[in-house]
């Protein structure tokens, strides 16, 4: 299977929360990405969290990390329209750790 | 800071054809990655160069090459240019020190769209 892997896409209410989950298989990442790619964009970071944390908070940004299952998910809450994009996690388990791996990304769509 | 910038954004060629991308990193990061992004493949890592040396290499044919500036700017060059070249190319930088974690956080550019007919 992939080395990465995200479900595909998720619909949500404005004002609503959003988990966009990731799974991976490299036990021994040391940290993982959170990116956020809008329409016709680049790759914009929104957070990280390295491997010895659980939980990481970031304004409406909460990242939560289960090493055992090897399981990652960012939690958005009050959900706007803004943000509506693809969202991707990625692992830099490759090269040194310094080629990401990505998942597949989720498309988030908000509905107002 | 200025961020990640890339040249140019858009670009058409014909099959064949060889093309040149640029990109400048945040000032102060010596490592440079590039990534293709296609429908059908996603993200996946082209190559990384620091301090003006190929540091890393993804599985990509030869047609695909860089090389990187004293200045840390870099170009990706793609010669002979296949319809399934298609696709947006997207350019990072980091700091490229490593070590302490969160150092070589890789920050990407807008990219630069390339259509090949």
């Known amino acids: 299977g992939e080395d990465v892997e995200q479900s595909l896409f998720l619909s949500v209410r404005e004002g609503d929360s959003s988990v966009i989950n990731c799974t991976y298989t490299?036990?021994?990442?040391?940290?993982l990405y959170w990116y956020k790619q809008e329409p016709g964009a680049g790759l914009q970071l929104l957070t990280y969290?390295?491997?010895?944390?659980d939980m990481k908070q970031d304004q409406r940004l909460t990242v939560l990390l289960n090493k055992k299952d090897k399981h990652l998910s960012l939690r958005i809450a009050d959900t706007q329209t803004g943000d509506s994009a693809i969202y991707f996690c990625?692992?830099?388990?490759?090269?040194?750790?310094?080629?990401?791996?990505f998942g597949s990304g989720t498309r988030l769509q908000v509905q107002p | 800071k200025a961020g990640v910038t890339q040249t140019p954004r858009y670009l058409i060629k014909t099959r064949g054809q060889q093309v040149t991308l640029s990109c400048s990193p945040i000032?102060?990061?010596?490592?440079v990655s590039w990534y293709q992004q296609t429908p059908g493949q996603g993200l996946q890592f082209l190559f990384e160069?620091?301090?003006?040396?190929?540091?890393n290499k993804g599985n990509f044919p030869g047609r695909f090459s860089g090389r990187q500036f004293s200045n840390s700017r870099s170009e990706m060059n793609v010669s002979t240019l296949e319809l399934g070249d298609s696709a947006l190319y997207l350019c990072?930088?980091?700091?490229?020190?490593?070590?302490?974690?969160?150092?070589?956080?890789?920050?990407f550019g807008p990219g630069t769209r390339l259509t090949v007919l």
């Open positions: 990072a930088s980091s700091p490229g020190t490593g070590g302490i974690a969160g150092t070589d956080t890789q920050y």
């Open positions: 490299d036990s021994s990442s040391t940290y």
């Open positions: 969290i390295f491997s010895n944390m």
């Open positions: 990625a692992d830099p388990r490759d090269m040194g750790r310094r080629a990401l791996t």
């Open positions: 000032s102060g990061h010596r490592s």
């Open positions: 160069y620091f301090s003006e040396t190929q540091r």
